[in-house]
């Protein structure tokens, strides 16, 4: 029988599996619905399913690197005790293969995209949440490419808590992109240089600092002048060029790559679950939950 998207939408919420899983378990069943659904419990795709409403913040972030081109990839997990699992592990590396060799535009375009070992994205990682037993999801990558003149420099902090991908252009020096990385990963800057700063950005941070500067009591005519100079201290926070470098202070990020010959092309930093709501566990309420059983 003709397999109808209003068929795949109503088993997809019915079980929370993967669009591509549910149109597969009602191919397989001939359309029978509750047929499809043991379909997907004996694959330990809706179980996976089940899971979906929990919170995945912990994980691990990775980079992979092959000749000009590399990707760097958070892959979350529900707790740090799985992301040190071994096979976790395994599923980012082959999540990072996968994307180096497909180079999907969105996740949503990964997770659709047919793995090596015939199971699409989406499958693959359902089956190995049906394995662990947490919900774990593709969370974000991006591919840079460079030229044969430029460099990579990839660093992973913390065994993946925060992994950062710099592109220097005009020297092959991968050490020294791997130091810039490692500031980066320290300090956290938000662009390579003040040009890149919206004059959007800088004129609502002046207006904060004239704020300040007036509620301190500074006269008027020596504020304009101060609000320069944090300003100025501002692009530092922001910018890694402006930064004093952390392997030598009496040196400027941008000065130190200029030395090499090149300059910062673009960087990426990923932290595991940043920008995500964190679970919190409170071990009194589960126990409570436990003895109320």
């Avoid at 990385?181 to 956290?188: E, G, T, Y």
């Avoid at 002046?206 to 300003?231: C, D, F, H, S, Y």
């Amino acid at each position: 029988m003709a397999i109808t998207a209003q068929m795949v939408k109503e088993l997809r919420e019915k079980t929370g599996a993967g669009m591509m899983d549910c149109k597969k378990a009602l191919q397989e069943t001939d359309g029978d619905m509750e047929k499809a659904i043991d379909f997907l419990r004996e694959k330990g795709i809706a179980k996976a399913a089940k899971k979906g409403d929990r919170i995945a913040a912990e994980g691990l972030t990775a980079i992979k690197v092959e000749g000009n081109a590399a990707v760097i990839l958070e892959v979350n997990s529900e707790t740090d005790f799985v992301a040190k699992n071994e096979g976790f592990q395994v599923l980012v590396k082959e999540l990072a293969e996968h994307l180096l060799t497909k180079k999907p535009a969105t996740v949503e375009e990964a997770y659709g995209q047919e793995m090596a070992n015939g199971a699409t994205v989406e499958t693959h990682i359902n089956t190995a949440i049906a394995k662990i037993g947490e919900k774990l999801t593709l969370r974000r990558f991006e591919i840079k490419t460079k030229n044969d003149s430029d460099a990579f420099g990839a660093y992973l902090h913390m065994g993946g808590r925060i992994s950062v991908l710099t592109v220097l252009e005009g020297t092959t020096d991968e050490d020294a992109a791997k130091d810039v990385s490692m500031h980066i990963a320290a300090l956290n800057p938000k662009y390579v240089s003040r040009d890149q700063v919206s004059q959007e950005e800088v004129e609502r941070e002046r207006q904060v600092l004239t704020q300040q500067a007036l509620n301190e009591g500074k006269p008027e005519n020596i504020v304009a002048k101060m609000v320069e100079g944090r300003i100025s201290k501002y692009f530092e926070d922001v910018c890694v060029n402006d930064q004093a470098f952390v392997k030598n202070p009496d040196q400027k990020v941008g000065k130190f790559i200029e030395s090499k010959g090149g300059k910062i092309r673009e960087f990426v930093r990923f932290e595991v679950g940043e920008g995500l709501e964190k679970r919190e566990d409170n071990f009194a309420e589960e126990v409570m939950s436990q003895v109320k059983k």
